[in-house]
């Protein structure tokens, strides 16, 4: 598709240095091409160069102290990259990796991913190459709030709307919030993944897990099949992770192994998810620590080797590119059946090709891991509403946004003639609104 080739050489040629925006932009691109031909007046209105252009990046220096008094400089950015649809929603990311091009990668799906949901959000994303691991509470507080000193000049809750990603969780967003109440003085819902004392929504924290699992459910339950006694290995160990490995055992799988950044666990008589949440969420330790305490259970250091495990079911939910072609051939040749992307782009353009083309049931991240920034919009609603709806209650509404995910992206496979191709299928039912939105609001 001659359109979509030049918007995406383009693309590569006037942001050099950006491999993981590449990808993205790669992989969206070309499966969206069925409609881009369907819709020639989307290269008259000139559609796919605003849509792979950023609305707004802002990037800034990040200035603390720590414990010792030594200041220190980070870099922070907010990529506000597509408002067609509702205000910018996506994660704040700390992590020494953090640079333009992973987050301008998570911008971009999230825009996608977020129309998915059916919620009025936008798409954005933000973060830091800080690095929480080792800092004090003191040291993250402050932190969080030099970082907050900058970025709430350019957020608000009907502008754009940050939550956690990786090295943010209910800590960092407690201090962030705090910091732009102070400065604003407005109490609103201006970040989700709050504390329940204070706006948050309960299930917040479970729901990026819970929604994996329903919607793997949901393409287990299209087959005839289901969680029960399927063994799962669960990548990751952080808040993702944790719930889908909830989520999945209470529907009757035996999740085997888990893993941190340092090396995985196998535990062939099924995680102890007691003792995972107390090393993790509790010490902020090391999964290392899990075969100390759990005999019969093997610690390896070394995290791709958690590839080479048998299983029937993979839900990668720790980092991008962590699934690999070698570690996908692996998985095949050992009979994985479904893969479930919890993470954002876990796996590589070669590992989506191994599981596409060995018909393996693969539910990309966009879809996939949409639960909790569907939830995120559901914290937005009660706050804005001054409400705080049950447990129950967003659970329901929860299962109920992703097996619709999965219908909507199955349908769009089928009615464009790519029937089980779920990345096609996501990216297309995801497009259409945001396209349709754009071409409404005309040329800006
Ligand atoms: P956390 O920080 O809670 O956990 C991240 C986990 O992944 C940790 O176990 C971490 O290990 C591991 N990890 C991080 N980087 C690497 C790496 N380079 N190599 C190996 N392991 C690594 O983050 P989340 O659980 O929130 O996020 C996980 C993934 O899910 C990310 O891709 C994120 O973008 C995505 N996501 C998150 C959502 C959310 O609501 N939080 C929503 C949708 C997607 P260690 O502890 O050693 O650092
Ligand atoms: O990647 C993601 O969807 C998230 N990190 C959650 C974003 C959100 O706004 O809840």
Not at 162 to 191: M, S, T, W
Not at 336 to 359: D, I, Q, R, W
Request: glycine share 12%.
């Amino acid at each position: 598709m001659k359109y979509v080739e030049k918007v995406l050489k383009n693309l590569k040629k006037q942001n050099p240095n950006e491999p993981e925006f590449h990808q993205a932009a790669t992989e969206i691109l070309t499966s969206l091409a069925p409609v881009i031909e369907k819709h020639p007046e989307y290269e008259a209105a000139g559609l796919l160069e605003r849509f792979v252009e950023p609305e707004r990046v802002i990037l800034f220096r990040v200035p603390w102290v720590d414990d010792k008094g030594k200041v220190h400089v980070n870099k922070g950015y907010r990529v506000q990259f597509n408002s067609a649809i509702g205000p910018y929603k996506g994660g704040l990311r700390f992590h020494p990796s953090v640079n333009l091009s992973i987050i301008k990668f998570l911008g971009l799906e999230q825009i996608l991913k977020n129309s998915l949901t059916g919620l009025p959000i936008g798409g954005g994303k933000g973060g830091s190459d800080f690095n929480p691991k080792g800092k004090s509470d003191r040291e993250i507080m402050a932190f969080c709030q030099s970082f907050m000193t900058e970025l709430y000049r350019h957020i608000g809750a009907d502008t754009d709307v940050p939550a956690g990603d990786i090295g943010v969780g209910a800590r960092e967003v407690g201090y962030l919030f705090g910091q732009y109440k102070r400065i604003c003085n407005e109490h609103v819902g201006v970040i989700t993944g709050r504390g329940l004392s204070y706006g948050g929504s309960l299930v917040r924290k479970q729901a990026t897990g819970y929604g994996l699992a329903y919607i793997t459910e949901e393409a287990l339950k299209a087959r005839g099949d289901s969680f029960k006694g399927k063994n799962v290995i669960v990548s990751g160990s952080g808040n993702v992770a944790i719930y889908a490995c909830e989520k999945a055992q209470s529907l009757g799988a035996k999740v085997i192994a888990m893993y941190d950044s340092n090396g995985y666990i196998y535990d062939p008589d099924g995680i102890d998810l007691d003792i995972i949440k107390d090393i993790k969420e509790v010490k902020r330790g090391r999964i290392k620590e899990y075969a100390q305490r759990v005999e019969g259970s093997v610690y390896t250091e070394d995290c791709k080797g958690i590839w080479s495990i048998p299983c029937d079911i993979a839900l990668p939910c720790a980092t991008q590119n962590e699934i690999d072609k070698v570690s996908a051939e692996l998985l095949v040749k050992n009979g994985v059946k479904y893969v479930a992307e919890g993470a954002n782009m876990p796996s590589t353009l070669e590992a989506v090709e191994v599981f596409k083309s060995s018909g393996v049931v693969f539910l990309p991240g966009k879809a996939a891991n949409a639960g909790g920034v569907a939830t995120s919009a559901l914290e937005m609603a009660q706050s804005s509403g001054r409400m705080f709806w049950s447990s129950e209650e967003v659970d329901a509404k929860l299962k109920d946004i992703m097996i619709k995910i999965y219908h909507n992206m199955d349908n769009a496979a089928k009615e464009y003639g790519y029937d089980g191709d779920y990345v096609l299928g996501a990216n297309i039912a995801g497009f259409i609104k945001v396209a349709e939105a754009m071409m409404s609001q005309g040329v800006v």
